[in-house]
């Protein structure tokens, strides 16, 4: 028998435990361990714990996943600046080419067929995700994971859409009740908050700002006058006026802002509007961005018969011609330059910084 008190063992017959000296009544049972409930206990604790720490280690991981660095963001507003004709994770470029395509980045073997039916007119990655849009507003697909329904905002022009991965910043439909810029929330879309009543003709996001730029000469048949470049921060407050004009181009690098004047001239200023430089010599048609080092612009060759690329110091100087054929839309992605050649059925070329090596998207460096 077993003491129904402290489960010792007892004597048959034993009225009263030796240890405890409780009352013993008769059981074919074995009386609780305690010590074993102990370690039982212990043990569901300390798995309740380790579940705790790995679903809040899973939910900060994916969120420092999707938040998008400032590289990122950095490739992101200029490259869309310019046609957004590649975009990159890192590992892969993918393009469109009658069809979404891909190939790695580091040397553009392993051409890969995405999707047949989605075709991006303009698209960019930021955190883990590609936005990319197609009228009627911007799509949101992860990786390998393209679908053409999809759709994440309707926006009133695709260059009003930005994303820093917990909001995205669009603009109004252009009604007088429903313009200027907003900030939704990307966990729930509902939760939309008015930052700016200025309707914008393109939203540019860097580092820690938002920067409106205004053309519209009327909005609705009504007098717009709010034209003009602005930054202001992403709750909406300390407006600063940059320029009152909307620049062509408007480009960031480091703690500069690379924009063209009103003459196409390409000039520089620091990210508050000061500090201003004017590039000589520059006449920009068709493409600026910049890298660490260079300035990279589409300006008339020098025979006037093509718009071409040309490189150009920081500085301003050492401006070189690139290129000879006919150019559009400069985008950046690793060490490499990729462009539309309008001279051959407008494919998208990949080009090294100093011109060296020039050849469409699809060849591979492994195979030259």
Known sequence: M????????VESGAAFCPVCGSPVEASNKKGVDSKKVGKLIAIIVAVIAVVIVATVGLK?????????????LELA???????????TDGK?????????????LKDGSKQTSVSDEVTPE??????????????????????????ENDLKLSVFTEDCFQTDGKNYYVTGQGNSDDSGVY????????????ISDIHPTRLLMYKDYIYIQSG???INEMSN??????????????????MGFCPSYMVFSGDRIFYTNEDSTICSMSLDGSDEQIYEDTCVNGGLNVTDDYVFFIGQSEDNYNNVIYRMDKDGGDITALTQDDCSSINIAGDWIYYVNKDNDYDIYKMSFDGSYNAPIYLSLIHI
């Open 2 to 9: 077993f003491c129904g008190n402290c489960g010792n063992e």
């Open 183 to 194: 900030s939704v929330s990307v966990s729930n879309e509902k939760k939309k908050t008015q």
């Open 225 to 242: 006058e709010n034209l003009g470049t602005w930054r202001i921060n992403k709750d909406g407050k300390n407006k600063i006026d940059l």
């Open 122 to 147: 303009k698209m960019f990655y930021a955190g883990n995700s590609i936005f990319y849009y197609k009228f009627p507003g911007i799509y949101k697909a992860q990786a390998d994971k393209w679908k």
């Open 216 to 218: 519209f000469s009327s």
């Open 60 to 72: 900060v991981y994916s969120y420092i996943k999707s938040k998008p660095t400032d590289k990122q």
């Open 92 to 104: 892969w470029l993918y393009y469109n080419d009658n069809g979404l395509c891909k190939v790695l």
């Open 77 to 87: 507003v200029n490259n869309y600046q310019n046609g957004g004709i590649v975009t």
